[in-house]
């Protein structure tokens, strides 16, 4: 899915969305996108895909222990959630007042 000119991926979600994981040992959670890593096609989502990590003690966890933490979930794995209806939808580009701009394809509403 390689494109010609701009090499950056087209992804249908992006930082600040609220998404709903479709797929996984996640699946049903809804939460916000807080990182989108591009290259290997994977975000982290607010309070999904939590993982425990353990830790050594250092100056901001001076106990150390298990912490945990989001890991990252595959893009295929999430679906956007519509604005309007509340439920999760395929996400569609059309053109706007000259600009490319998302919209859910459930509600026909433009996406933020």
Known sequence: MERKYNKQPKLHIRKGDLVKVISGDSKGQEG?????IA???RAIVEKVN???KH???NAQNTQGGI???EAT???SNLMLVDPKSGKATRVGRKEVDGKLVRYAKK???VIK
């Open 67 to 69: 912490v945990k933490q």
């Open 32 to 36: 916000k996108v807080l990182e989108i």
């Open 50 to 52: 939590l993982v425990s």
């Open 107 to 109: 509600s026909g509403e």
């Open 55 to 57: 830790t050594k003690p």
């Open 73 to 75: 979930i595959d893009l």
């Open 39 to 41: 290259e290997s096609r």
